[in-house]
């Protein structure tokens, strides 16, 4: 049976998890922000859709280019592919499919362990958590079906190693949800990776069996949160306002296998609330990847980091996974070929809607999943962040802070990356000149002429697009430009009134900025989260 599905639809309003870790979670894993590339507008297609029969054999492409002789699962039997590793070393386009081999959770030694094979080509992820010997069998049964679904989309750190045309998820068969949850996962997570290395992915096949399994209880309590934790301004501004609601709160924290950052402890230790930790150590052959010949590039990692953190809140009876993920995350940052290339696609509105409804699927009562920040925009989020003053001192986005080598990382911000520029400009319009540049001590990026190509780019006044960064949408930029060159005490600032002088009519009027500082959009915010303190 060959099943079309509808071509998933970017987001059009408003990785690397903002306030979740992307940084951390990504530079750690070898993640990379390739060069910014040029822009080209197409409309963005939507394809036909015809329906699924549970458990039957499905083989799954773009519809408008399938090719029904590559859907032979046959053609891709690891046993008979050409190996990819020759005397002159790996070749990515020698690789004919990317296989799920299979997953172990020890809960007693607090272990989860992830196979995957390219072709002949092994895979071994560790995800390492606090042991839990004594986990009754109804927590370990639903542990077992969150365990499945790290499973399903850590895949994507191996994947890319050659970007096979096929996927074949062998004995482990996916529900309706999770397919399409896994097809726009693919493609639009992997939309930045394919752009930087010339791939169109549109072809990609996957091989799988539906099913429809019984959902099962999770025992896990709403009214304890877990916030997935980064130490940036998005993450802080959650966690203060759920802290505020519900007093059983804790943070949770992903890193590298023994490495911990600074930048995210500090914040982390401030909120003085507890941490529930998770440590991923990826198999060593994608950490040489250069070395080795593999592909390279951004993955969703926001997706990953989504699907750990759900296993640690089954496991710790907590029912809700909350979130910092942005109005502007699910804004793109170019169009190619009629695709929507998003950076933060795993942090998009779309991304969690999908996420959502294959949680559902394995699960009666929660973990419940969804952002809490979802309606906000950032300059909305940086003027509460503002009166968050404890924070000032401590938070840290700087790229430069979560480098692999723990001896690269820089202690401060460094004043000159795309983050440092966007969040001096977010928050010039609330916070006082003297506390910014205090912040940056003294290297703050609107004072330093020579990054006035990085605040031309976040303004879409220059030549190249919105980087590929987690940085807020054009409107947003513009805004937080107008309102910090309105401020007495930025008067006289060179870099702002040379950039608003550059604006030249496309400044926003008072309405359309107020409109930011209000709701935007569509949540799944439950209504016991409320937040109370974001508008006004």
Not at 51 to 64: I, N, Q
Not at 170 to 179: I, S, V
Not at 186 to 203: I, T
Not at 326 to 349: C, F, M, P
């Amino acid at each position: 049976m060959l099943a079309c599905y509808p071509r998933p639809r970017s987001g059009s309003v408003p990785e690397w998890p903002k306030g979740a870790g992307c940084k951390p979670v990504g530079i750690a894993y070898g993640g990379s922000n390739p060069p910014r590339p040029t822009t080209q507008t197409l409309p963005l297609t939507i394809a036909r859709t015809l329906p699924l029969t549970p458990e039957a054999t499905v083989t799954t492409a773009d519809p408008d280019r399938a090719d029904p002789d590559r859907a032979d699962p046959d053609r891709a039997d690891p046993d008979r592919a050409a190996p990819a590793f020759s005397a002159q070393g790996f070749d990515p386009a020698a690789v004919k499919a990317f296989h799920y081999v299979g997953f172990a959770l020890d809960l007693a030694d607090g272990q989860l362990r992830c196979h995957y094979r390219l072709d002949g080509l092994e895979f071994v992820e560790h995800i390492r958590f606090a042991p839990l010997p004594d986990a009754p069998a109804s927590v370990a049964s639903a542990a077992d079906r969150a365990a499945r679904l790290v499973f399903l989309v850590a895949g994507v750190s191996y994947y890319k190693a050659a970007a096979p045309p096929l996927i074949d998820f062998g004995d482990h068969p996916l529900t309706p949800a999770e397919a399409t949850m896994l097809r726009a996962f693919y493609l639009d997570g992997l939309g930045e990776f394919a752009y930087s290395n010339g791939l169109d992915l549109r072809d990609l096949m996957f091989h799988y069996t539906s099913t429809a399994p019984e959902p099962v209880a999770t025992g896990v309590h709403l009214d304890r949160p877990l916030v997935p934790f980064g130490g940036g301004i998005d993450s802080i501004v959650t966690v203060d306002e759920v802290r505020q609601i519900h007093a059983d709160t804790a943070l949770f924290i992903l890193s590298r296998m023994g490495d911990r950052f600074a930048a995210i402890e500090a914040a982390a230790r401030e909120t003085g609330l507890p941490v529930l930790r998770a440590e991923r150590e990826l198999d060593a052959k994608v950490l040489r990847s250069r070395e080795l010949g593999f592909r390279n590039g951004h993955v969703p990692v926001t997706g990953i980091l989504s699907a750990i953190a759900t296993l640690i809140a089954v496991l710790h009876g907590r029912g809700a996974v909350v979130m910092s993920n942005e109005w502007s995350a699910s804004s793109g940052n170019l169009e190619v070929d009629g695709r929507t290339i998003n950076h933060q696609y795993s942090k998009s509105a779309e991304f969690e809607t999908l996420l959502r409804a294959a949680l559902a699927d394995q699960f009666t009562d929660g973990p419940e999943y969804f952002s809490l920040l979802r309606p906000y925009s950032e300059l909305a989020i940086a003027r509460r962040f503002a009166k968050l003053t404890n924070y000032h001192r401590v938070f840290r986005s700087c790229n430069r802070a979560f480098q692999l080598d723990p001896a690269k990382r820089h202690a401060t911000w460094c004043g000159v990356c795309d983050k440092c520029c966007f969040i001096d400009l977010i928050l010039a319009p609330f916070v006082a000149a003297a506390d910014l540049r205090a912040v940056f001590g003294g290297r703050e990026p609107l004072e330093n002429p020579d990054t006035i190509g990085s605040f031309r780019t976040l303004l879409d006044i220059g030549h190249e697009p919105k980087p590929f960064e987690c940085v807020g949408e054009v409107s947003e930029c513009r805004a937080a430009l107008q309102r910090a060159a309105a401020r007495p005490d930025r008067t006289g600032s060179p870099m702002l009134e040379a950039l608003l002088r550059e604006l030249d009519g496309r400044e926003l009027d008072d309405e359309a900025i107020n409109a930011l500082l209000v709701p935007i959009g569509t949540d799944h915010i439950p209504d016991s989260y409320a937040p109370r303190h974001l508008v006004g």
